[in-house]
């Protein structure tokens, strides 16, 4: 019989802590598998929200958020707001191109990953460029923000 999904993912979820060099702690399960299934990058409040009901103190989930981010799990991103946000780092080398929505009314930041980003080497361009990783944000109201009116592309 055939391991149900959540089993399989969180099987999965342990391993990639454990091959990071982290133990594999409950807590750090649960923030890791959070991130995996958040559609848009999430602060740490949002995060211990999210699994207050696990009662782990704010403290401990902050350290997991930034032990995830160190070994390269997640990464933190600060959108303007200058508070901390943590996504999930996909072994999919088009993972870390896409840009990010932030509402500049309500805050809400969305991924928006049917855009890429792609740098190719110009004339001009140091080659450093290319070896680092670049980050795209797109600023402007959300759909909430704009009391609902969408706008047709």
Request: hydrophobic residues 45%; proline residues 5%.
């Given at each position: 019989m055939?391991k149900?999904k959540a089993?399989?993912?969180?099987?999965a979820?342990q391993?990639?802590?454990?091959?990071?060099?982290?133990?594999a702690?409950?807590?750090?399960?649960?923030?890791?598998?959070?991130l995996?299934?958040?559609?848009?990058?999430?602060?740490?409040?949002e995060?211990?929200?999210?699994?207050r009901?696990?009662?782990?103190?704010?403290?401990?989930?902050?350290r997991n958020?930034l032990?995830?981010?160190?070994?390269g799990?997640?990464?933190r991103?600060?959108?303007?707001?200058?508070?901390?946000?943590?996504?999930?780092?996909?072994?999919?080398?088009?993972?870390?191109s896409?840009?990010h929505?932030?509402?500049?009314?309500?805050?809400?930041?969305?991924c928006?990953?049917?855009?890429?980003?792609?740098?190719?080497q110009?004339?001009?361009?140091p080659?450093?460029?290319q070896e680092?990783?670049v980050?795209?944000e797109?600023?402007?109201l959300?759909?909430?923000?704009?009391?609902?009116?969408?706008?047709?592309?």
């Open positions: 055939a149900p089993d399989v993912e969180l099987h979820h391993q990639a802590i454990r091959d990071a060099g982290l133990r702690t409950p807590s750090r399960i649960a923030v890791l598998s959070l995996e299934e958040a559609p848009a990058p999430l602060s740490h409040a995060v211990a929200v999210a699994l009901k696990n009662a782990w103190d704010r403290a401990t989930l902050y958020l032990d995830l981010a160190r070994v799990l997640a990464r991103k600060d959108m303007g707001d200058h508070i901390w946000r943590f996504e999930r780092v996909r072994a999919q080398a088009h993972d870390t896409h840009p929505f932030v509402c500049t009314t309500c805050g809400r930041v969305s928006m990953p049917g855009l890429g980003v792609a740098v190719r110009r004339i001009g361009i080659k450093a460029v680092r990783e980050e795209v797109i600023r402007g959300c759909d909430l923000c704009r009391g609902g009116m969408v706008v047709p592309q």
